[in-house]
C-alpha cells in the first residue's frame, strides 16, 4: 500500500512507523532538536536555512513550487539532505508536475525526526515516501544513497539540515513499475481495474466543517489494489516486501489469453443434475432433479482467463523454492517457482529464460519482462483434478463407507470407499462431482484399492455440451464394461489406477459452484452374483482422476 498526498502532502502517516524504527536504534535523541554551536544559524527554520543558502537555490524552488517551504517552516522535526545547485538536473525534474517532484524527489530527501551524523555510522533511513536509503560514513566523510554528504549537522528549529553532492536515486517499487514499462499496457490495466484510493481519516488533518460536512487541510489518500493484496497475496506495493514479477509484453498477454480462455469456455445456461434426491433402484434420474446455472459467458470467460495470466506472475524472493532458481544453484529438472498463490511453476528455468534484457530493479525486488508466459497447463489454468469425495451411492448397504487404508508400517496410505451391494440381485451405482472442471480433453482415471479378487465395472460421464445441454447415459460417453488386472502379480491393499478413457468437455465448470458433471461407476457385481470365486463383489474405490492429455503426454515423455 503506498500513499499519494494530496493538497500539501504530509504523510504523517509515518511518523508512529519512524519512531518505532528509532526508538530501536543506539542513536537515543533522534526525537530531539540538536543544539549546535554558537553564532550558526540554529535559531532559524528549515526553509530559512534553505532559501537563505545561495548552493540551494534550485531545491529551494522545488519546496516553494510544491508548498512544501510551508512545512519546513512550521514545528514539525525534520532532517532533510538538500542537494547542492549543479549536481543533479534541475530542469528535467521541474520538467515534471508537483506530484512527482513531491513523491519522486523532494521526499527522497526528507525524513521524519533527527538523523545526525557522528563517529561511525551504518545504518538505513526510512523517507517521507517510505523509500530507504543508506546512511554510512564516519569520522568526517559521510554519504547518504552513496552521494557525499558536503555539510553536515547544521542545526534548526525545527529539525537538522545535510547537503549532499548529487541527489538520492527514486526507484519505484514493483507495483509503481507495473504502470511505467513500455509494451505491458494489457497487464497495467488489468491491475488498474482493482485500484481503489481511499482517504485515511486518521493521518488526514482535519479542515472547518463546510456545508454540514468535514473538510480536510491536508489529505492523505491510500491506495490499495485488491487484486495485488487479496487474489495474488503479494503486497507489492510493500517497501518492506521483496518479490520478483514477471511482467508480461503485450504480444505475450495476448498469446497467454489466447490459450487459457480456451479453458474457460462457458455456456450462457449449464444445466446439471442434483444428485440429493437419487434414488431410483436403477440409478436413473427425473427431469425434476435437474438444474441449471445461468452467466454472463464472455465477461466471466474473460474474468477468469485475465486471473489466471497473473495469478502466478508474483514470485517473493523469501522463498526457498525460489531462490535455487533466482541464483541458479538449483539443477535443471529440479527447478520449481512457487508463486504467491501456491501455484507451483515446475519449469522454472523455462519461465525465467524468455526474460527480455535486464531485469528491472525495483525499491522492493526486481521485474521480469517476458516475451512468453511459458506456464505449463496443468501447473496452471488447466490442472489434473482428483475427486475423493462419493457425492452419492445407489443400492448400497449402509455398511457402505470410509475406511482408511494403513501400510505396513501402520501410515495412513489413503482412506477409500467401501461399496457393499445393498441385495442379493442388484448390482450398486456410485457417483462422484468434478467439480470446477476446466474444459478441455482428460484422460480419466479411478483408483481402486485391490483386494483379494478383481472388480468388474463400468464407468459413464454425464455432462454438458458447448450449449449447456445435458450429455444423458446412454449417448456419448459410456465407456464399456472393465475388469482389473488378473495377473499373478495383482496384489492385496494396493492401490491400482485404471485407465478408463478419454473425454473433451466443451464447457467449464470453473466458479459454477454446485454446477457439475458428474462420474457414474458402476459395479457388474450383486451380493451373490455368479462366478464368486473369481470376482470381489464389492468395490473399494479411492478416488477419481481427471489428468489433461497433455500432462499425460508430458509424463510418459518423461519417463
Not at 458428474?518 to 462366478?531: A, E, K, P, V
Amino acid at each position: 500500500m503506498y500513499n499519494m498526498k494530496r493538497n500539501k502532502y504530509i504523510f504523517a502517516a509515518l511518523a508512529g512507523a519512524a519512531l518505532m524504527a528509532a526508538s530501536c536504534t543506539d542513536f537515543d535523541d533522534y526525537n530531539e532538536a540538536y543544539v549546535g554551536d554558537e553564532g550558526n544559524n540554529s535559531g532559524l527554520t528549515l526553509w530559512q536555512n534553505i532559501s537563505g543558502n545561495e548552493q540551494l537555490s534550485d531545491f529551494a524552488k522545488l519546496l516553494e513550487r510544491t508548498g512544501y517551504s510551508e512545512k519546513l517552516k512550521a514545528s514539525q522535526f525534520y532532517t532533510v539532505w538538500a542537494p547542492l545547485n549543479g549536481t543533479y538536473n534541475y530542469d528535467e525534474i521541474a520538467a515534471h508536475d508537483s506530484t512527482w517532484i513531491m513523491q519522486r524527489f523532494l521526499n527522497s530527501h526528507i525524513a521524519n525526526f533527527n538523523y545526525q551524523v557522528t563517529g561511525n555510522v551504518e545504518r538505513r533511513v526510512h523517507t517521507l515516501n517510505e523509500k530507504s536509503f543508506e546512511l554510512l560514513g564516519s569520522g568526517s566523510a559521510y554519504t547518504y544513497d552513496g552521494k557525499p554528504m558536503m555539510t553536515i549537522n547544521q542545526p534548526n528549529i525545527n529539525g537538522t539540515l545535510h547537503t549532499i553532492e548529487g541527489y538520492a536515486e527514486y526507484f519505484p517499487n514493483i507495483y509503481e513499475y507495473i504502470y511505467e514499462l513500455d509494451g505491458c499496457d494489457s497487464i497495467a490495466s488489468y491491475f488498474k481495474k482493482y485500484e481503489v484510493n481511499e482517504l485515511d481519516l486518521d493521518a488526514s488533518v482535519e479542515g472547518p466543517i463546510v456545508d454540514g460536512k468535514q473538510t480536510y487541510s491536508d489529505s492523505v489518500i491510500i491506495t490499495t489494489n485488491y487484486m495485488a493484496h487479496d487474489m495474488l497475496e503479494a503486497l507489492i506495493d510493500d517497501e518492506d516486501s521483496s518479490y520478483t514479477m514477471l511482467i508480461p509484453t503485450d504480444e505475450a498477454f495476448k498469446k497467454a489469453y489466447a490459450a487459457i480462455s480456451s479453458a474457460y469456455t462457458y455456456a450462457p445456461t449449464t444445466n446439471y443434475l442434483d444428485l440429493s434426491n437419487l434414488v431410483a433402484l436403477d440409478g436413473t434420474v427425473a427431469s425434476t432433479d435437474y438444474r441449471s446455472v445461468d452467466v454472463d459467458a464472455a465477461m466471466l470467460t474473460d474474468s477468469l482467463t485475465k486471473l489466471m495470466i497473473a495469478a502466478p506472475t508474483v514470485l517473493s524472493n523469501n522463498d526457498t523454492y525460489n531462490i535455487g532458481v533466482f541464483n541458479n544453484s538449483m539443477p535443471v529438472g529440479i527447478d520449481t517457482l512457487h508463486a504467491t498463490t501456491r501455484m507451483k511453476l515446475s519449469n522454472g528455468y523455462e519461465v525465467l529464460s524468455h526474460t527480455v534484457g535486464e531485469p528491472v530493479q525495483a525499491s522492493n525486488g526486481q521485474l521480469r519482462l517476458v516475451d512468453t508466459l511459458a506456464y505449463r497447463p496443468w501447473d496452471t489454468y488447466r490442472p489434473e483434478m482428483e475427486y475423493k469425495e462419493v457425492a452419492a451411492a445407489v443400492d448400497a448397504t449402509s455398511a457402505s463407507s470410509y475406511i482408511n487404508l494403513i501400510d505396513q508400517r501402520g501410515a495412513l496410505v489413503t482412506r477409500f470407499y467401501n461399496v457393499d451391494p445393498a441385495g442379493t440381485s442388484v448390482e450398486p451405482y456410485v457417483y462422484y462431482y468434478l467439480r470446477n472442471l476446466r474444459a478441455g480433453t482428460y484422460n480419466v482415471y479411478v483408483v481402486f484399492v485391490s483386494g483379494s479378487k478383481p472388480y468388474k465395472y463400468n464407468v459413464q460421464i454425464n455432462f454438458a455440451d458447448k450449449d449447456g445441454n445435458i450429455v444423458q447415459f446412454g449417448d456419448t460417453h459410456p465407456f464399456s464394461s472393465s475388469t482389473l488386472n488378473t495377473e499373478d502379480t495383482y496384489m492385496t491393499n494396493m492401490l491400482d489406477t485404471c485407465m478408463i478413457g478419454e473425454v473433451t468437455f466443451p464447457v467449464s465448470y470453473a466458479g459454477l459452484g454446485d454446477c457439475a458433471p458428474y462420474l457414474r461407476i458402476h459395479s457388474n457385481r450383486s451380493r451373490f452374483g455368479g462366478d464368486r470365486q473369481n470376482f470381489d463383489n464389492n468395490l473399494k474405490i479411492a478416488g477419481v482422476i481427471l489428468r489433461p492429455v497433455e500432462y499425460d503426454e508430458y509424463l510418459k515423455k518423461d519417463e
